[in-house]
């Protein structure tokens, strides 16, 4: 196994830090992940730790305002500065050193909804899509009034910080997992109004336009999420005929970060979805 890092400089300077795992020998697919709000790319430790004995190369990059990436914590002014990121960084790092191998993306929460608008924006060469931690609509924990209040403050005050609605506890139900998030010192718990608006609307472009989505689509989610809603109507609108849906009866919000044996059972599902797929 090697390991590569480095960053790359966005359009408006904002640098952007990326992380790279590459399986000895040839590797047979590129796993393109996108991570979620507050969170980072060396979080996907399990992920990695499945997948890259598999033959996958996994690249991922911190969004900006998170990890070791620049900007404010928790803000964006636009949501379409994360998704042109995210097509910056597959063809300034991923595709010039894969060329010519299938190309997935994989987008987790936040990242999800990056991930569905990249897709959408930028289908050329893109083998599969998978999405986990999704929906077309906010969670039970994110009540319709904050909605309404994030549009009104993301006018007024655009760049605020506020604290997360969401508790720590939200993400698993493995202790040693949110213990490790919360003691994370690359994890936060603020966010801006402007983020959080931004959030809402390119989730309901996403989930829109998820229609046009032509690639094999995998979404694995799990029934306790309270952050997100509307899975299933989000998989009935994708519009590939190639689409599997997994709903994992008990699981929170980070379902391949679960309890060591339910998340083994979702790390295996997604395995076996890229490989009948490579």
């Given amino acids: ?17 990326w992380k ?26 399990f992920l990695v730790n499945r997948l890259l ?42 595709r010039p050193r894969l060329a010519g191998i299938p190309y997935f993306v994989l987008g987790h929460s936040m990242g999800s909804l990056i991930a569905m608008n990249y897709v959408e924006q930028f289908p050329h060469g893109v ?14 924990a994110v009540p319709g009034f904050l909605v309404l209040l994030t549009k009104i ?18 993400i698993s139900r493995d202790p040693e997992v ?20 931004q959030m809402n609307t390119y989730q309901a472009i996403g989930a829109g336009s998820i229609g046009k989505v032509r690639v094999p689509v995998l979404i694995q989610v799990g029934s306790l999420d309270t952050s997100f809603s509307g899975q299933k109507e989000l998989f ?20 391949y970060n679960e309890l060591p044996e339910d998340r083994a059972r979702v790390l295996a599902d997604l395995n076996a979805w890229l490989d009948s797929r490579v």
């Avoid at 996958?56 to 969004?63: C, E, L, P, Q, T």
């Avoid at 083998?127 to 039970?140: I, M, Y």
């Avoid at 009935?236 to 379902?255: I, M, N, R």
């Fill in 1 to 17: 196994m090697a390991m590569e890092s480095g960053k790359i400089q966005a359009p408006d300077g904002c640098s952007i830090f």
């Fill in 20 to 45: 790279a795992w590459l399986p000895d020998g040839n590797s047979k697919a590129v796993l393109h992940v996108i991570h979620g709000y507050a969170e980072h790319i060396d979080r996907y430790t």
């Fill in 53 to 94: 004995p598999a033959g996958y190369a996994i690249f991922g990059a911190d969004h900006r305002g998170h990890g070791r990436s620049d900007g404010r914590r928790g803000h964006v002014t636009s949501f379409q500065e994360f998704i042109n990121d995210e097509k910056r960084f597959a063809e300034e790092v991923i």
């Fill in 127 to 140: 083998k599969g899509l998978v999405l986990s931690g999704t929906g077309a609509r906010p969670g039970p």
């Fill in 153 to 170: 403050l993301s006018k007024i005050t655009p760049s605020l910080h506020v604290k997360s609605p969401l508790p720590p506890e939200f």
């Fill in 178 to 197: 949110v213990m490790a998030y919360v003691n994370d010192p690359l994890v936060f718990n603020v966010i801006t109004p402007r983020l959080a608006e």
């Fill in 236 to 255: 009935d609108a994708v519009g590939s005929p190639d689409k599997t849906f997994k709903l994992y009866e008990g699981l929170k919000h980070e379902v």
